[in-house]
T-cell receptor, first 113, second 113 residues
Framework: NAGVTQTPKFRILKIGQSMTLQCTQD?????MYWYRQDPGMGLKLIYY???????DKGEVPNGYNVSRSTTEDFPLRLELAAPSQTSVYFC????????????FGPGTRLTVL | GNSVTQMEGPVTLSEEAFLTINCTYT??????LFWYVQYPGEGLQLLLK?????DKGSNKGFEATYRKETTSFHLEKGSVQVSDSAVYFC????????????FGQGTILTVHP
């Protein structure tokens, strides 16, 4: 049982490049989330999904896109990377979404130069 | 909207000292409250939670009580260890938020031998 896995662990992008951050969970959770963590700040929600085919914006969605074609996978797409997207990105999942614990992946550290 | 305010850090303590990290919140309705911990280089892990007023969450010697009258959820531990050095996040999930978490900015705790 791997839990929540994220790839890559680290990545450096040039301004204007695109990339996809991968997130997979093997716990059959219906809810999945993407957060970003900036230095000295708490985590902010980018997008979330309550099941396959259903996604919605969080607090800071601009510059990102998501899809959820399966229960297990929830990739995050950056189309035109900007320095403001330099951050650590965490994917999380939970079973029911309200009272239940969110399980976090190890994070992807992204630098945009 | 929902918000969480944590005490300013960093906090530096000697081993076996008493720990308090203050957390207050603003939310409509009856949110669930959480403390998450992030060890260096890792993702967040749930430390404890409380889902209704006067509930006490506890785990690994840490405790926090959900105080609706003071809108607080302060984290305490009677005797900290070097291994407790980490970043601690207070968070809440609102009633209709699909489990979306609102985080405080995090408090860095360093425990010296």
């Amino acid at each position: 049982n791997a839990g929540v896995t994220q790839t890559p662990k680290f990545r450096i992008l040039k301004i204007g490049q695109s990339m996809t951050l991968q997130c997979t969970q093997d716990m059959n959770h219906n809810y999945m989330y993407w957060y970003r963590q900036d230095p000295g700040m708490g985590l902010k929600l980018i997008y979330y999904s309550v099941g396959a085919g259903i996604t919605d914006k969080g607090e800071v969605p601009n510059g990102y896109n998501v899809s959820r074609s399966t229960t297990e996978d929830f990739p995050l797409r950056l189309e035109l990377a900007a320095p403001s997207q330099t951050s650590v990105y965490f994917c999380a999942s939970s079973y029911l979404g309200y009272y239940n614990e969110q399980f976090f992946g190890p994070g992807t550290r992204l630098t945009v130069l | 909207g929902n918000s969480v305010t944590q005490m300013e850090g960093p906090v530096t303590l000697s081993e076996e000292a008493f720990l308090t990290i203050n957390c207050t919140y603003t939310a409509t309705g009856y949110p669930s409250l959480f403390w998450y911990v992030q060890y260096p280089g890792e993702g967040l892990q749930l430390l404890l939670k409380a889902t209704k007023a006067d509930d006490k969450g506890s785990n690994k010697g840490f405790e926090a009580t959900y105080r609706k009258e003071t809108t607080s959820f302060h984290l305490e531990k009677g005797s900290v260890q070097v291994s407790d050095s980490a970043v601690y996040f207070c968070a809440l999930a609102g009633g209709t938020s699909y489990g979306k978490l609102t985080f405080g900015q995090g408090t860095i705790l360093t425990v010296h031998p």
